[in-house]
């Protein structure tokens, strides 16, 4: 897939929007992404999976490691491109990320890891522990959006489908606020974008 391509089927299912909006975090962008709503369609996911997958065949890892929730199906759909299995990572009760379920990792078994979104890389780091802790080998990293703005720092090679520079600002120093318009919550009111 080209990256004209990816950014029109993820702005077309409203995975990726243009207004002026607050984010979880509290801070405003005129960008909003949200891939759960590519990742709810299986064809989109399984295309995305293998143009993900399509990037890291050269690495013949034999399994696809992904932080839950974010990263599980499009993990899931990597590992379908790959031809080998996906498993997760989740919080235990103590709050740490962990294997659970009754997955487990062959000693030095080459293992990809597999996030929707890269903003700060956290989960992804904490998977890539998880992994080695386990026994494996995390031999890269793979995402469909990087919006770190170029400040991914992990220690493997990692690579996304898609770079955005996403800027957002705290309220106070919104553009958009200065200019008198009014910012909405994305995960409580849909705005398609202007496409
Ligand atoms: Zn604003």
Redesign the pocket.
């Known amino acids: 897939m080209t990256r004209d391509e990816i950014i029109k089927l993820l702005e077309t299912v409203g995975a990726i929007r243009t207004g ?1 909006f607050e984010l979880s975090s509290g801070r ?1 962008s005129a960008t909003y992404i949200q891939c759960a709503l590519v990742l709810q369609h299986p064809q989109h996911a399984e295309k995305l999976g293998s143009a993900i997958a399509a990037m890291f065949k050269d690495h013949h890892v034999s399994c696809v490691a992904s932080p839950a929730l974010g990263g599980l199906i499009i993990g899931h759909e990597v590992a379908r491109g790959l031809g080998v299995r996906a498993i997760f990572v989740e919080r235990d009760r103590s709050g740490q990320m962990a294997l659970r379920r009754g997955f487990e990792l062959k000693p030095g078994e080459k293992t990809l890891v597999i996030e929707d979104v890269w903003t700060t890389g956290g989960s992804t780091r904490e998977t890539i522990g998880v992994v080695e802790q386990e026994g494996g080998l995390a031999v890269a990293s793979g995402a469909i959006i990087d919006r770190s703005g170029g400040r991914l720092e992990l220690n493997v090679p990692a690579k996304a489908l898609l770079e955005l520079d996403v800027p957002s ?1 705290e ?1 106070d120093e ?1 553009p ?2 200065r200019a008198g ?1 009014t ?1 909405s919550r994305p995960g409580s009111r849909f705005q398609r974008a202007q496409h």
């Open positions: 002026h405003h600002y309220p919104c958009q606020c318009d910012a």
